[in-house]
């Protein structure tokens, strides 16, 4: 009410700004603003009725208008915009049953996804890389064992 009652001139929007800093709402879509923009626009045109119809008196109208003040009819909800893939626009995520991780799949599972690195590089470069990279991790038996 108090804002409502502090600005007269563009109100509509100064209230809209309002509500948007009041709840952070930075990235509202356009939609929620458009709703958001008809709820206030509702809700002030009740303000301004019960506003006259209390001689403009605040006392008279908290008294009067606090079941209203505190009902639902000022409740509205705010829809925040967060980017995410749709079908149309070509969806980078991919379909069906999530991947395991390489350390739980099976070793039927686990060959197509090194086939690159085998491609790429020769058997003694990979052991080396097993060696070294099991020697990081602390398994120092794993990679003596590896050892070329």
């Given amino acids: 009410f108090e ?15 309002y509500v948007c800093t009041k709840f952070s709402a930075t990235d509202v879509t356009p939609d929620t603003q ?5 709820k206030i626009s509702s809700v002030s045109s009740k303000f301004s009725k019960k506003w006259t119809e209390t001689n403009m008196m605040i006392e008279r109208f908290l008294n009067k208008n606090r079941s209203w ?9 705010l829809q925040m915009e967060h ?10 995520r991919p379909e069906g049953r999530p991947k395991k991780k390489f350390e739980e ?7 197509p996804r090194v086939e690159d ?4 590089r ?4 990979l052991t080396v890389a097993a060696e070294v990279a099991n020697r990081l991790e602390g398994n120092k038996n794993i990679a003596t064992s590896i050892k070329v």
Avoid at 3 to 17: F, T
Avoid at 86 to 91: E, K, P
Avoid at 105 to 111: D, V
Avoid at 122 to 125: D, L, Q
Wanted: with cysteine; aromatic share 8%; glycine share 4%.
């Fill in 105 to 111: 799949s099976s070793f039927i599972t686990k060959k």
């Fill in 117 to 120: 690195l085998l491609e790429s």
């Fill in 34 to 38: 458009k709703k958001i923009k008809l």
């Fill in 3 to 17: 804002e409502w009652r502090k600005c007269k001139i563009e109100r509509n929007s100064r209230l809209v700004n």
């Fill in 69 to 77: 003040l505190e009902g639902a009819d000022l409740q509205f909800y």
């Fill in 83 to 92: 980017p995410c893939p749709t079908s149309s626009t070509g969806s980078n």
């Fill in 122 to 125: 020769s058997a003694i470069e």
